[in-house]
């Protein structure tokens, strides 16, 4: 994606929690997304900040700093349905710019 | 409302030959979306259409493709002349007006494998 990165690979344990990183250009950035991607399916919506601060949804939050071109999403209490893609994602021009997905593997 | 729909959901061709793709929008959605998805990468943005109108295409987006959504429905996506490097994941997506706060609804994509 556009000059967003995040980590390739990360492996966390069932029922621990796991903090995804992103970082992205911040110019002409108009609001971040964490979409979540489960092997051989199309993507679905997790979350979106368009202002600094953290957002809780249930298991999951996502925190945004827009001064640093910086993002994380939080998942607590991890289930092995977890296992997935996370692709950050940036609100340019009124389109999704993808990144290239962070694959997490949970362990029993 | 059945969500974003596409056909087919997978796809072999020979290399050089041409394919089709639809996708079918959520029926209240304006905005449709192409993406292009291989494997172990984020969908890469192709093209979107407002209602009819195609407003943007990515320069991944070779003379060989082309996209048209010609009642502000349904949408085709066309590969002439196709080669390997043209095998992914085809993934369409709509939206009502802007993307922000609900992003968009993704179908579950055409894979194609071009052999």
């Known amino acids: 994606g556009q000059n967003i990165d995040q980590p390739t690979e990360m492996t966390a344990t069932e029922g621990a929690i796991v903090q995804i990183n992103c970082t992205y250009q911040t110019s002409g950035f108009n609001g971040l997304f964490w979409y979540q991607q489960h092997a051989g399916e199309a993507p679905t919506f997790l979350s979106y900040n368009v202002l600094d601060g953290l957002e809780e949804k249930g298991r999951f939050s996502s925190f945004l700093s827009r001064s640093k071109g910086y993002s994380y999403l939080l998942l607590k209490e991890l289930q092995m349905k977890d296992s997935a893609s996370y692709l950050c994602?940036?609100?340019?021009?009124?389109?999704?710019?993808f990144g290239k997905g962070t694959r997490l593997h949970i362990l029993p | 409302d059945t969500g974003v729909s596409q056909n087919p959901r997978h796809k072999i061709t020979k290399r050089g030959q041409n394919v089709t793709f639809r996708c079918d929008p959520i029926?209240?959605?304006?905005?449709l979306y192409w993406y292009r998805q291989t494997l172990g990468q984020g969908p890469e943005f192709l093209t979107y259409?407002?209602?009819?109108?195609?407003?943007?295409k990515s320069r991944l987006l070779s003379d060989r493709f082309s996209a048209e959504r010609p009642k502000g429905s349904f949408s085709t996506l066309e590969i002439q002349r196709t080669e390997q490097g043209d095998s992914a994941m085809y993934l369409c997506?709509?939206?009502?007006?802007?993307?922000?706060?609900?992003?968009?609804?993704f179908g579950s994509g055409t894979r194609l494998t071009v052999v």
């Open positions: 259409f407002q209602n009819e109108a195609q407003l943007e």
């Open positions: 997506a709509s939206s009502s007006g802007t993307v922000a706060y609900y992003g968009y609804t």
């Open positions: 994602a940036t609100n340019r021009d009124d389109k999704i710019i």
């Open positions: 029926s209240e959605h304006n905005r």
